[in-house]
């Protein structure tokens, strides 16, 4: 349940906006909402967002300040924690908004945008001296995977809605998973390319893991709103936003990879 310091904090504008707002920077409907909305984030999904210094930085960070703070003119506070738990908060509207794929799970909770706000992919990553490499490499579809050493990360919901017929090791985070493939525990890391490409390079282990060429899904990510959130007025607002961004270039050059 909500303690009184964060109703409170739902219902103010940061100083920064009321200083906007009094300055008249802002339009109408933005000073007349005095609400502050939490966006959840993956709290370890580097470079898309991680904590750093104590606050949430990344991509997706990046891209929800351009949007919903610059062009909309909302108060925001980006908050981090493990997945599974940002995305219960979202559900029992603890937080307002993550951004993800909108499955069918997540869409009983939340009304995503029409508009996607990133493009990933999902690759296989394995050890470099994999002897089965030649044979992966040729995989075409997710069913081939079976009978392999599969896993990825706890609350990979892109992973869990795919492999439906594939057994896959959930673990911690994406750091153990990886950690786990080195040592030969598993033989296949599968996850979003440009995040894990990331985590590889960040852990030094670029030299004894490489991500294979088959793309086994292409997925678009989408600023997800909870049913139960107030934020959900500006939905419309949003996805004109979105689609300003993507026309001016601005979304494609946040979204690169730092």
Not at 101 to 122: F, M, S
Request: charged fraction near 25%; glycine fraction near 6%; include cysteine.
């Amino acid at each position: 349940m909500k303690d009184h310091a964060v109703d409170h904090s739902r219902r103010t504008l940061n100083l920064s906006m009321l200083a906007a707002a009094a300055l008249g920077a802002l339009p109408n409907w933005t000073r007349a909402a005095g609400s502050v909305y939490r966006i959840a984030y993956h709290e370890d999904f580097a470079p898309f967002s991680q904590r750093r210094d104590g606050k949430m930085a990344g991509i997706l960070v990046g891209i929800m300040e351009e949007l919903l703070v610059k062009r909309m003119g909302l108060a925001i506070e980006h908050e981090g924690f493990p997945w599974a738990r940002a995305q219960q908060r979202v559900k029992e509207g603890q937080s307002d908004a993550f951004v993800t794929v909108p499955t069918d799970e997540r869409k009983a909770y939340t009304i995503p945008t029409q508009e996607w706000v990133t493009q990933g992919r999902l690759t296989m990553f394995v050890r470099a001296d994999e002897p089965r490499r030649a044979q992966m490499e040729k995989i075409k579809a997710i069913a081939e995977l079976k009978g392999f050493n599969v896993g990825t990360y706890l609350g990979n919901s892109w992973v869990k809605s795919k492999f439906t017929d594939v057994e896959v090791n959930y673990v911690t985070n994406r750091e153990s998973a990886l950690k786990m493939l080195q040592a030969g525990r598993l033989q296949i890391v599968v996850d979003a390319s440009n995040a894990t490409r990331a985590a590889v390079r960040l852990a030094g282990m670029e030299k004894e893991l490489v991500e294979l060429p088959p793309v086994l899904d292409v997925s678009e990510a989408h600023l997800c709103i909870g049913k139960q959130s107030p934020m959900l007025a500006y939905a419309k607002d949003i996805d004109a936003a979105l689609r300003k961004m993507k026309a001016d270039g601005s979304l494609q050059k946040l979204s690169e990879l730092p």
